[in-house]
């Protein structure tokens, strides 16, 4: 998991994140927690951007909304912003995004994991979206060139498919669009 940087019960809020230095490291917060993490790896990049293109030509081309990659904040309450490596936000729902980043639930979040990370994408992040209403939520594993695809049903996560490098994935929530996955994995 990302290094937890406050020991004690302090609660981070928005208001204490947008004071945290320019140094390049990743801050989150979970619950009050902050977090930090060090940059992804240039493979985890290289998914990050097969992956957006794909979904952003797509969405683009259908006139769907927006796609939004690493670094963006994600706000869903005053104790809990995160940066997600992708989110997309259907065009019903753009009010959220404003200047500063997503002030709401997006439809889509996309984690890839990273052994810095997958506890927290794993478990909090997961449980975070789906307390939050994210409609899908996808866990990239670069390492098993692997896509858990979770659709909220019933304010739950329900488990919809695995997808394998040699797969290809779609959605409900872009219709028409096939994903080869040795595209995103390649």
Do not use: C
Not at 68 to 73: L, V
Not at 116 to 136: A, P
Request: aromatic share 12%; proline share 4%; charged share 30%.
């Amino acid at each position: 998991m990302g290094k937890v940087v406050n020991l004690d019960e302090e609660i981070w809020t928005y208001q204490d994140y947008l004071k945290l230095p320019n140094d390049r490291n990743t801050y989150q917060i979970i619950g009050g927690k902050l977090f930090m993490t060090p940059a992804p790896s240039s493979y985890h990049q290289r998914i990050s951007r097969n992956l957006e293109f794909i979904l952003w030509s797509h969405v683009k081309k259908n006139d769907l909304g927006e796609v939004f990659d690493a670094p963006i904040d994600a706000v869903f309450s005053s104790v809990n912003v995160v940066q997600p490596d992708i989110v997309f936000i259907s065009k019903e729902k753009l009010r959220i995004v404003k200047e500063k980043g997503i002030f709401g639930s997006p439809d889509l979040i996309v984690e890839i994991i990273s052994p810095s990370t997958s506890e927290m994408d794993i478990k909090l992040k997961k449980d975070l979206y789906q307390r939050f209403g994210v409609r899908e939520y996808w866990i990239v594993y670069p390492e098993g060139k692997k896509i858990e695809v979770f659709r909220l049903e019933g304010g739950r996560y329900k488990l919809k498919g695995t997808f394998l490098e040699d797969d290809t994935m779609e959605s409900k929530l872009f219709q028409g669009l096939k994903i080869n996955l040795r595209e995103v994995f390649g």
